[in-house]
């Protein structure tokens, strides 16, 4: 298992043990982590599943591919740590990988 950390809005710190092949939001919705809509159960066609990367941990997740970054567009208060947590695939590289999310979802 991957230690992955979301830390919602509130501060509140989740911790997760997060199987490598899943995405960041399918263990949030699997742990009812709040402010993790994830509308579109992870096709990437919505921003409701909106988090920032820590930014320790910037280069290790990388950037959003051209698709993501078209549909960050439509998320609330973007900023350059911003990824969709459906884009984000663990793997035993990001063991220990905290993301944050924002006040709401676009």
Known sequence: MTQLTIVAFDGTRIDIDAQPGSTVMENA????????DAECGG??????CHVY???AWATAVGGPAPMEEDMLDFAFDVRPASRLSCQIKITPELDGLVVHVPERQG
């Open 43 to 48: 096709a990437c066609a919505c921003a409701t």
């Open 53 to 55: 990367v820590d930014d």
């Open 29 to 36: 919705v699997r742990n009812s982590v709040p402010g993790i």
